[in-house]
């Protein structure tokens, strides 16, 4: 059984983020948002240019004598630390934020990132998902997981940023569709968005969850991924799941970026970072959700008919 978080963990989050900027141990970047509607959808494209001058870590390869590639989570830096959840979890700030108090749950050992969620990290995910560290907004939890999901570090960590309560993200607006009338063997059955061209699942998460709900929910929309990718062929395991206290998401990857525009799970469920206003002009001239179809998997024939709009 976790720990909970500890009730001051909003206080304490605050208090380091802003120690951990004034130190500049951590590198806070400014950016603006704009929202590109897509049908019913409001995709928000969050624009940071400066983070394209952000450091890149020297491949392996290009050394003279190779070293292995340095792992910022094996032992955190003590001005990013949080607190500890349970034995397995540290909770640290994340060094590059572009929002703040966006935090990552990584566990104290090293465990791949290209390995699904354990029935512990989403227990721990869930316990994460109680802190209300930023009044007005609620938090979004991600995951990138396999080499074309937008991940970069091979280590389990699992991410946290906050986001406005007015922001209706991707997985809200499918589910206001309507829950899906039909059932599969656990009892749910995902939906999607009948508009958003590419793969992905969503499950509602009941109030308080048990780790049983949680695990099937993630089973079953996992389940859907993996059989997507199967038919499409894709050897790479690769997906993004995205979480909040009232829904999770799973959706298939094939590709890391679409015309040097990176894309990680938040982009997926409607909030896109362009990293130069050249990006920004592609995703507007391209179209959010084509720019997110190139990264994701078309749906496979059959899924229209799980649902019932
Ligand atoms: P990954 O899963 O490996 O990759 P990522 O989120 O896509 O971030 P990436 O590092 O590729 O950054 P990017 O320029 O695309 O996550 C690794 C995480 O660990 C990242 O959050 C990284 O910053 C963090 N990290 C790295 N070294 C660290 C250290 N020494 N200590 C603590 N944390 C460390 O994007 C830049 C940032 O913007 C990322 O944080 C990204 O998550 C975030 N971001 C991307 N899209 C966003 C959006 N739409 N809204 C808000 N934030 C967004």
Not at 46 to 67: C, F, G, H, M, N
Not at 85 to 93: A, K, M, V
Request: net charge negative; glycine share 4%.
């Amino acid at each position: 059984m976790l720990p909970s978080l500890p009730k001051t963990f909003p206080e304490l989050i605050r208090s380091k983020f802003n120690s951990a900027v004034d130190s500049g141990s951590l590198t806070f970047t400014e950016s603006t948002e704009e929202d590109v509607p897509a049908g019913d959808i409001m995709f928000r494209i969050r624009v940071a240019p400066s983070l394209a001058q952000k450091p890149v870590p020297k491949k392996v390869e290009d050394d003279a004598t190779p070293k292995p590639k340095f792992n910022p989570f094996l032992n955190p830096e003590p001005s990013l630390f949080l607190c500890d959840l349970g034995d397995r979890y540290s909770l640290i700030l994340n060094k590059f934020s572009i929002v703040p108090y966006h935090f990552l749950c990584i566990t104290k050992e090293f465990e791949q990132q290209n390995a699904p969620l354990s029935e512990e990290d989403l227990t721990a995910t869930w316990e994460c998902l109680q802190a209300n560290v930023k009044s007005g907004s609620r938090l979004l939890a991600f995951y990138n997981c396999g080499e074309f999901s937008g991940a970069s570090q091979a280590h389990k960590h699992i991410q946290f940023i906050p986001v406005p309560h007015e922001v209706k993200l991707i997985p809200d607006v499918a589910l206001a569709y309507g829950v899906p009338v039909s059932k599969d063997a656990i009892g749910q059955f995902p939906t999607s968005h009948p508009d958003v061209p590419f793969a992905h699942f969503v499950l509602p998460v009941p109030k308080s969850p048990s780790t049983e709900d949680l695990v099937m929910r993630f089973s079953s929309l996992l389940a859907r991924t993996l059989t997507t990718l199967r038919e499409h062929d894709q050897r790479s395991i690769s997906f993004n799941f995205a979480m909040t206290k009232e829904w999770m998401f799973l959706a298939p990857r094939c590709q890391e970026m679409y015309e040097g525009v990176s894309v990680n799970a938040t982009g997926m469920v409607g909030l896109l970072l362009a990293k130069s206003d050249e990006q920004l002009d592609l995703i507007k001239d391209t179209g959010p959700l084509k720019v997110t179809a190139k990264v994701g998997l078309p749906r496979i024939s059959g899924d229209e008919q799980q649902h019932d709009y």
